[in-house]
């Protein structure tokens, strides 16, 4: 079992930045592929980036390229995700998650995912 807890949403104005953390327990955090999800009102939970185990592979959404980071912290069993220059349409619940299986390929299919967080609010004003 792994235990996720999110933080770091809040309210911004468009072009503003915020910085999401995913604080990890439980299970082995750094033999995990991770990922951030995200899901707006009305539509499905989709994919924002996602992380190999060990950092060295990184997969990112189009919509999001060059404007957000994903990193990790092995030693602090901490995700991170810096979203820079926000636009309304970032606006949208923020899901870390962490894969089933150790040392795979960071998939962007959450289903291939077994571990959620609760979850945390990003809104981005116009």
């Known amino acids: 079992q792994v235990q996720l807890v999110e933080s770091g949403g809040g309210l911004v104005q468009t072009g503003g930045s915020l910085r999401l953390s995913c604080a990890a327990s439980?299970?082995?955090?750094?033999?995990?592929?991770m990922g951030w999800f995200r899901q707006a009102p009305g539509k499905e939970r989709e994919c924002v980036a996602t992380?190999?185990?060990?950092?060295?592979?990184?997969y990112y959404a189009d919509s999001v390229k060059d404007r957000f980071s994903i990193s990790r912290d092995n030693a602090k069993s901490t995700l991170y995700l810096e979203m820079n220059s926000l636009k309304p349409e970032d606006t949208a619940v923020y899901f870390c998650?962490?894969?089933?299986?150790?040392?795979?390929?960071?998939?962007?299919?959450?289903?291939?995912?077994?571990?959620w967080g609760q979850g945390t609010q990003v809104t981005v004003s116009s």
């Open positions: 992380i190999s185990w060990n950092g060295d592979t990184t």
């Open positions: 439980g299970r082995s955090f750094k033999t995990l592929p």
């Open positions: 998650a962490a894969d089933r299986s150790d040392y795979r390929y960071p998939y962007s299919d959450p289903a291939e995912y077994e571990y």
